[in-house]
């Protein structure tokens, strides 16, 4: 085929259409596509698509934990909550027991004071029963001397007694 | 190239075959940058980590990058398995257009390093490829009775100018290419030949050659960026259910 470079002025490599050089293009075109994209290329691309992966998949876990973590701290909050109610009930509950028991201890100690002073007052008027009848019995016996020596007149001891008493009841009643 | 007088290492009639020519600089030039490509991907995406380090991370730059660009596109449920295709397409692309700002070789009078996307046939392959894989891959995904009614919808009237998108696309795909990498050897062949012609020559030369490196490596960045977006722009034309 006669090839026109030789008459142009420019150039060696303009000319027309050399199929042989198309071919060799084309081959070797197509062949450098199949191998760049089975040892360059594909692998290449493999990575990005695994790494993408990766990161989606560690973003997705990423959002799981923290949706975990949430929950888990909602939970301690609650339950520190709870524990606090408790505690709180706890002292509350010691508070009354405490006031309860204060109670208790200040009646049970008004009722001791009430019955020592109960006691005392019972003997000191046993005491005074006492001295009221010792007093009778010497006035009796004294009234017995005067009244014989005033009045001259035997009665017996008995009546006597009986007067006596009789009067004293009289002024113990008014007393 | 860099005389302008350099001709191509040709060989015609190979086997016999009457319309089989090879130049042989394009043949070593797409193995070089093929192999180029092929041997920085495979090194720079040893031992993959998932923590990624270093040549990774560039790799995987490069992923997002042409990610985006089928994104921009089409839905990534169908589009994730034409990123091999823009990757390789960026990559050979890229490697090609810089082979030949960085460095070109002469041997005798003949060319033989230098850009293989500096030749028309070998851009155009690249963008009949391209097209051809759009038209399977509409087959493929939205099967043999939508793909042909996107021929004549909305209306059948747009019938021929749908016919002749697909060649205008093809021309456009594979000349913008060529044209842009084309060009950059030829200013840069031109310096080359001024830097030559003695010491005044090679000082007037200096400056604006390093300028015009550096706008080709843009260029060759741009140019390789453009034909893989085209490339997935055409491709959603036929694989979107909205077209």
Same mark, same amino acid.
């Given at each position: ?29 197509? /062949? ?98 006492? !001295? ?44 | ?23 042989? !600089? ?13 041997? /920085? ?84 392959? /690249? ?47 594979? /000349? ?68």
């Amino acid at each position: 085929m006669y090839s026109y470079i030789d008459v142009l002025t420019i150039g060696a490599s303009v000319g027309g259409f050399r199929v042989g050089d198309m071919l060799t293009q084309l081959f070797f075109f197509l /062949l450098l596509l199949f191998l760049v994209k089975k040892f360059a290329w594909g692998p290449v691309m493999n990575m990005m698509q695994k790494r993408e992966e990766y990161v989606a998949g560690e973003i997705e876990s990423a959002e799981k934990s923290r949706l975990d973590a949430e929950k888990a701290s909602k939970e301690a909050a609650a339950q520190l909550k709870q524990t606090k109610q408790e505690a709180q009930k706890m002292i509350e509950d010691a508070r009354m027991a405490g006031t309860t028991q204060q109670e208790n201890i200040i009646a049970a100690a008004r009722a001791e004071a009430e019955k020592i002073k109960q006691d005392a007052q019972a003997d000191i008027q046993n005491e005074k029963e006492k !001295a009221l009848q010792a007093l009778q019995d010497k006035v009796a016996s004294l009234s017995v001397l005067i009244a014989s020596k005033v009045i001259e007149k035997e009665i017996s001891e008995q009546d006597q007694e009986k007067l006596i008493n009789d009067y004293i009841k009289e002024a113990g009643e008014e007393l | 190239m860099m005389n302008l007088n350099h001709t191509a290492p040709i060989v015609e009639n190979v086997f016999g075959i009457s319309w089989l020519d090879f130049n042989l !600089a394009n043949v070593l030039m797409i193995a070089v940058s093929s192999a180029i490509v092929f041997i /920085l991907s495979v090194l720079a995406s040893r031992r993959l980590q998932m923590k990624p380090t270093g040549l990774q991370n560039f790799m995987e730059w490069i992923v997002d990058f042409v990610k985006g660009i089928v994104n921009d596109t089409m839905d990534w449920k169908t589009g994730k398995m034409f990123l091999p295709l823009g990757l390789t397409l960026i990559t050979y692309i890229l490697v090609s257009n810089l082979l030949g700002v960085a460095t070109v070789g002469v041997w005798g009078h003949d060319l033989w390093w230098k850009s293989p996307t500096a030749d028309a046939g070998i851009t155009l392959t /690249l963008s009949a490829m391209v097209v051809v894989m759009t038209h399977f891959y509409g087959i493929k995904i939205q099967g043999t009775k939508h793909y042909l009614k996107g021929y004549v919808s909305p209306v059948p009237l747009m019938l021929p100018f749908k016919i002749i998108e697909e060649f205008t696309n093809t021309l456009t795909l594979g /000349l913008r290419l060529f044209g842009n990498i084309y060009a950059g050897e030829v200013l840069l062949g031109l310096l080359v030949s001024l830097a030559m012609s003695g010491v005044l020559g090679f000082l007037g030369a200096a400056a604006p050659m390093i300028v015009w490196q550096g706008f080709s490596v843009f260029i060759g960045a741009i140019q390789a960026f453009v034909f893989t977006m085209l490339t997935m722009v055409y491709m959603s034309h036929k694989v979107s259910s909205d077209h």
